[in-house]
């Protein structure tokens, strides 16, 4: 219940906007729309076992796909086609994500199979609205003929997490004290350049790590933040480090019912031990 809601208000968000998007399927008014078609797309499974609601930059995403009432020629075979899109979609074919049919690399997919699956790489971070149109094609050609099946949707969304540590010498050692150094823990969240990709800006989370939690509230897109108190370390002491975030928690609210947004399993990479650096280590990002 609570994903068909976060779903459902992607949707209405993302519908608003991306009517320039839906231009390309125009083209097919003069095609003759078979009767009594369908053609659906169903998600099977990503590669962390995450949802489609918290997908991060890396994953794939398996997707199936299902064609009934239609029955080809001898001569003929079907053609998925995604829709081109804009920015706003994150439908654009080789820099928002790519498209594997087969462990083959496409841009769409032709096929004799009336259901399969095919997997989607995600390369960005955004709230993705995709629009797939399936056709049936003359195999001598694979040029589209007047059989138009029918235009299926998926909606789902990614972010880019990078999480990480680093030292700066705060002081150097002298015969009257220790050297000092602080010692930073930072995360860096990016969900997207578009006006609806902002859909965590200004929640709270937790991030969990080492059997703690740390809380943090008004979250902003691409910002670097403490996910642990910066240490002041004299000497040749040990800071104490965070090697993997376990998970990071999201509670977002729709209609009076609160719904957890999680991602798991987050690498901390030791960015190293610098002097001249600075506090935020964009430069690195």
Known sequence: MKKLILLFLLYIGINSCSDSDDNNLNQT?????IENPTFSLKFVRTSRGSTMNNL???????????????????DEAFTIM??????VSHQILGED????????????????EKQGKFTLYIKKAGNFSHAYTAFIVNTENNEIPNKLISKSDLYFNSVRIVAYNYEIRLRKSSTWQHSLRGVF???????????YDKYLENLTYNVYYNSRSFEQSNFRNKQNRDFYEVQR??????????N??????????????????????????????????????????
Do not use: C, M
């Not at 796909?65 to 239609?70: A, F, L, M, N």
């Open 185 to 195: 823990h930072k995360l860096y969240i990016d969900t997207g350049n578009e006006e």
């Open 29 to 33: 008014i003069d095609q003759t729309l």
């Open 56 to 74: 991060q930059v890396g994953d794939s995403l398996v997707i199936a796909y299902k064609i009934t009432g239609v029955t080809i020629k001898s």
């Open 82 to 87: 995604p829709q081109l899109g804009g920015p």
């Open 97 to 112: 994500y790519d498209l594997y049919y087969k462990n083959k690399k496409v841009d769409k997919i032709n096929t004799l």
């Open 244 to 285: 993997t975030i376990d998970k990071i928690v999201f509670k977002k609210e729709v209609n009076g019912v609160t719904t957890n947004i999680e991602y798991k399993n987050i690498p901390v990479v030791f960015y190293g031990r610098k002097d001249d650096w600075g506090t935020e280590g964009n430069n690195n990002l």
């Open 233 to 242: 370390v004299e000497g040749g002491k040990n800071a104490y480090t965070v």
